[in-house]
């Protein structure tokens, strides 16, 4: 099946770096998501983006369907962007679709 | 974006026993998605619950262990039955959305989580 894979797997950033965290994948899919997990354990969506580039304040995400990977990049981080980000790209499963999932990125900022 | 309320948002059980998890969504969806993260790990889909129709469980998953309800188009529920210490983990709700409109996300949007410890 397809393969969802995400680096680095840990990053640790002092606060007002910026990082960039990649995601490849190993086959088409339909569409990807970003979810950040906070320390809570609550998944947000960040962004929902099959391709281009979409930007969110001082997140923007990037795919490039056709090379298989996406990129998520992070801003002046703060200690609250502290989670593990999670890449799912969206694949046909049958009569229905479904998420597969990479492992994630967990991100400490430190103040 | 939909609204997600999960409950309970975490409890410890005794081994042997079960509980019930709901989810109930502030708009009306087709599909409903339960999924475990075990400590550590990342997400695994338990099973897709239709309104209804009979879930459809994923590979090493079964209904006897894991019952799911889904009496209409904004709950659900899910059972963790005859509980183990291995069944300790992080249980989520999920619903997906139409992407609507400009600034739409879209997408998977899930609830707060359960977070289950058995003891």
């Known amino acids: 099946g397809i393969q969802v894979e995400q680096s680095p797997p840990d990053l640790i950033l002092q606060e007002g770096a910026n990082s960039t965290l990649r995601c490849n994948f190993s086959?088409?899919?339909?569409?990807l998501q970003w979810f950040h997990q906070n320390p809570w354990g609550q998944l947000i969506n960040l962004f929902y983006?099959?391709?281009?580039?979409k930007q969110n304040g001082r997140l923007s995400a990037t795919t490039v369907a056709t090379e298989r990977y996406s990129l998520l990049y992070i801003s002046s981080s703060q200690t609250t962007d502290s989670g593990v980000y999670f890449c799912a790209v969206l694949i046909n499963a049958g009569n229905n679709r479904k998420l597969i999932w990479g492992l994630g990125t967990s991100l400490a900022v430190n103040p | 974006s939909a609204v997600i309320s999960q409950k309970p948002s975490r409890d410890i059980c005794q081994r042997g026993t079960s509980l019930t998890i709901q989810c109930q969504v502030d708009?009306?969806?087709?599909?409903m998605f339960w999924y475990r993260q075990q400590p550590g790990q990342s997400l695994t889909l338990i099973a897709t619950a239709n309104q209804g129709s009979e879930a459809t469980y994923e590979s090493g998953f079964v209904i006897d262990k894991f019952p799911i309800s889904r009496p209409n188009l904004t709950f659900s529920t899910l059972t963790v039955s005859n509980m183990s210490p291995e069944d300790s983990s992080i249980y989520l709700c999920s619903v997906v959305l139409p992407k609507s409109g400009q600034g739409g996300l879209g997408g998977y949007t899930f609830g707060s989580g359960t977070r289950l410890t058995v003891v």
């Open positions: 983006i099959p391709s281009g580039t």
């Open positions: 708009s009306q969806v087709t599909m």
């Open positions: 086959d088409s899919v339909n569409n």
